[in-house]
C-alpha cells in the first residue's frame, strides 16, 4: 500500500511536469512569426486577394485563376493573399491529399501568381487535418504556399496581420453537427484565445507601419449569408479600433463586398468569392456604410503605396466591378 501511494505521488508530479511542458509549448505556438517581404524599387506594392476557393476548379474556380493570372500580370503583383477555406468541403486528409494540387497547385498556374501565398485557415480547413496546411512539406510540394495560423507580414510601409478567426466562434464547439474540427493546437481554447488576441494587441502597437490592415478568414461586418460575427465584434474589434487598423479583410461569406463602418472608419471588406457564391443571399445593411456587395464570384486588387491604396473588385470576366482610393495626407517617415 505504501509504496502504491509513493508511486501515485511520482505519477502526480510526471503528470504536472509534462503539463507543464505542454503548456509552454502551447504558448510559445501562440507566438507570432513575423515575415517581411520587399516592395517594388517605385515605391509600390501590389496584390490579389481570393478566398473560399478549393473546389478542384469547379464553381467558376478556374475562371477566377484564369483573370487573376491576367491581372496579376498587369499589375506585376508583389504576392497573394488568401482569406481562407483553402479546401472543400474538409479541408486536406493530410500533407499527401491529391486536393492540394488539385485545388491549389494546378489551379492557379498563370505565371504571374508564381509568387508567394500567404494563407490563413477557414472553418472548413478546420474539419481536416490542420497540421498538413500548416506542415513544411506543402511548402516543399509547391514553394509558393505558406499557412500558418496567426501572424504578421511587413512590407515597409505596410504591415499585415494574419489571424485565426475559427477558434472564436463558439458554435463550431457547441453545435458541430455532424462535422468534426481538428482542434489539436487549439485547446485549451480560452488559453489560445486570450493569447492570440494578447499577442496581435502588443504586434499592432509596435507597428510603424503607415498601413495596418488585419486579414481573418470569418466575417465581422457583412451583409452576406454568414454575416456578422458576434465573437469578433467583441473581442477583436475593440482591438482594431484601439490600434487604429484601416481595414479588415475576410472571406467566408461568399461575395464581394465593401463596408465602411461610419464611427471607427474601419474598412470592412469581403473576398469570398474563389469559387462557389452565394446568388441573392444579401441581408439589410445601413446604405450609408454599404458601399458595395456582388453576389456571384470574383477576387480583389490592392495597389499600395506610402501615401495611397487603391483596391478593385473583379468578377470572373476580369471587369473592375468596384473601385476607390484610400489616402492619407499625413504619413509618418517610418
Ligand atoms: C459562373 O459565373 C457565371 C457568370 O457570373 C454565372 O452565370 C454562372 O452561374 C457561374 N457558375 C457557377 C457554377 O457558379
Ligand atoms: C495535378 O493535377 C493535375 C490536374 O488534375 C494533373 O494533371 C497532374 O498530373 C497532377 N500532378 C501531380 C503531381 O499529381
Ligand atoms: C484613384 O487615384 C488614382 C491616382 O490618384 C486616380 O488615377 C484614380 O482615378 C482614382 N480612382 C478612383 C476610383 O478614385
Redesign the pocket.
Known sequence: MASLSSDKTIHTSLLLISAWIWLSSVSSLAELQHFQHPVKPDGSLNILVVGDWGRKGRYNQSEVAFQMGSVGQKLDIDFVISTGDNFYEDGLTGVDDPAFNESFTAIYTAPSLNKQWYNVLGNHDYRGDVEAQLSHILRQKDKRWLCLRSYTLKAEFVEFFFVDTTPFVDKYFTHPGDDTYDWKGVYPREYYLSNLLKDMDEALKKSNAQWKIVVGHHTIKSAGNHGVTEELVEQLVPILEANTVDMYINGHDHCLEHIIESNSQIQYLTTGGGSKAWKGQIHPWDPEELKFYYDGQGFMSMQITQK?V?I?FYDIFGRVLH???I?KEQYSSA
Open positions: 495611397s487603391y478593385a473601385a476607390w482610393n489616402s
